[in-house]
Structures are given as C-alpha cells and as structure tokens.
C-alpha cells in the first residue's frame, strides 16, 4: 500500500463499512492494518462499585467506532438521583484486555460531582466494561470518587479489547 488513503479506501470500498463478522483481504498484507472496522451506540450507565443501586437518568448517549482491537467510546451520562454505593462506575460498550499493571486514563468532564483532590479522570477497570473517576493529589495517593447523587460526566475513553 502507498499511503493511509489506500487503507482507507479498503475500509469504505463501495461505500460500505465492514460488519463485525466481515473480513476484507488486505492486498500484500500490510502489517498492523486491522482489516476489522465497526461503529455503533450504546447505552451508558452510572452505578456503584459496592452496591450497584437504582440510576434516575437524564441523559445516555454512547458511541463507539471499533478497528481491530481498539475502540474508542465517548458518551454522557447525566442522573438526577442514584441509590448505589461505594466506587463510582461508568460502563463502556465493550469489556477491555487485561490491563493489569496498565493504566488508561480515561478523560472527563464533570458537573455536580464531587471529588476530593484535582479534578477527576477515569480509569479502566481490569478485564471490565466499566471505568471508575479517580481524583488525583499531588505526591499522595489518588481517592476514588464514591457514587453521587446526582451529576453529570461526559467521557472518551480508548482502549483494546480481546
């Protein structure tokens, strides 16, 4: 291949994007191209780590594009009442790889949320659909961000699935 737009052309020959099952022969092979391309939405959550409770939602609006092994989901969740406890969790649309000893940070925004240090960021939970808010301080430990009330938390998150 010559460049990024024969790869690309591949992807969205006909105009046609791949389906999850489909596969599309890669011309000469190119390593590290993923012949494997999807995108759709999904429905996010907000729960409790220790107790995943009941969510009054507001706003759930999720969307993910898939080439190969990597996915990067965005979404916003918005609640005005929650009853879970422990570790605030936000879903993602697809489980991750192990990520022992590996740690994704995930952006956000929040509103109405309250978090102990700097502002928060989320972090993968291992082998799971799910990320946690994680406050960080400066040369200490960071503090998990425990389930609210009510809030809003907008997020993109990149990362590998098996």
């Known amino acids: 291949m010559s460049d990024q737009n024969d790869m690309l052309k591949l992807l969205y020959e006909n105009n046609q994007r791949l389906k999850q099952t489909e596969t599309r022969e890669v011309p000469g ?24 409770g009941v969510t009054t939602y507001t706003t759930q609006v999720g969307a993910w594009v898939r080439i190969g092994a990597l996915v990067v989901a965005t979404a916003t969740v918005q609640w005005s009442a929650a009853t879970g406890t422990g570790d605030a969790q936000l879903s993602l649309p697809f489980t991750s790889v192990s990520t022992t000893n590996k740690f ?31 406050s960080p301080a400066t040369n200490a430990a960071s503090a998990t961000v425990q389930i609210e009330a009510a809030g809003l938390v907008i997020y993109t998150a990149s990362y590998f699935v098996a």
């Open 104 to 134: 994704y940070a995930v952006p956000v925004r929040t509103n109405l949320v309250t978090f102990a240090n700097s502002a928060p960021v989320g972090q993968l939970i291992n082998n799971s659909a799910f990320i946690i808010l994680t």
């Open 29 to 52: 092979n190119v390593p590290g191209f993923s012949q494997f391309y999807d995108f759709g939405t999904w429905v996010p959550t907000y729960l409790g780590g220790t107790t995943a």
